[in-house]
């Protein structure tokens, strides 16, 4: 099962990447399982994804909670909390 | 109804002009967000934004009487003193377009596409949002209220972000 996965602003920053297109292990089945699982890359990738770091999750360009489903071909999309004056 | 989510500046004149052409139109409201004392950078989901500013409107639209509207939200580097957001609505009857004006400002999903890369200094911090996720909910709450008859919750948003309170008072005495 492919995905694309998409990072915005800090977090792309932090990465060193813009997005990729990834295979998902069995048993990723939510956006909370996919943070996951990129956390599990360690280095940069953990630190950015900690557990406790906000961060606003996307799927197919809709606000998604963690608990959300992610199948074949989505767009998971990953950026840090907004700010505004 | 327009909506665009574009680097270059806007001419606020031309486009209130724009929506002042249909002889339906009796009254025309406006917003213009500046960037107010630190610059920044903002950049944006595409696709995302564009939709999530779409969803705002359509929901105004059923909610009142709109004949037209134009959402122009820039990115990229801003300066203070830039433009960084228009909002202009037409109504046929005055009061209406003011809500909306408002509501756009407001609305969530505008907040939760644009992301602020980087302040040009530490004091943008200390204007940080809850998160996005507390404003979405905030902004559902004030949704929900508003339905519930609670026009008063608009009558905030509105007084919040447009100059004359009087008239907006004076709306809501009206309805």
Redesign the interface.
Known sequence: VKVKVLFFAALREQLGTAGEEIELPSGVGTVAALRGHLRGRGGAWQAALADGKLVRMAVNQDMAQPSAAIKAGDEVAFFPPVTGG | MKVSVQAQDFDAGAEIRALSRDPKVGAVASFVGV???VG?TL?H?P??TE?ALQKIVEEARGRWQVLDCTVIHRHGALKPTDQIVLVVVASAHRGEERHLVARLDRGGGL??V??????DQLA??Q???P???A??QIATQRRHRAYAGGQLDLLACSAELLAQRGEEKNFHLHQ
């Not at chain 2, 644009?114 to 302040?119: N, T």
Request: net charge positive; hydrophobic share 45%; charged share 25%.
């Open positions: 960037v107010r004392e920044m950049e989901y696709g995302m939709r907040r939760h644009l992301v602020h890369r980087h302040a943008i911090g204007r940080q949002l998160g996005a996720a404003a979405a």
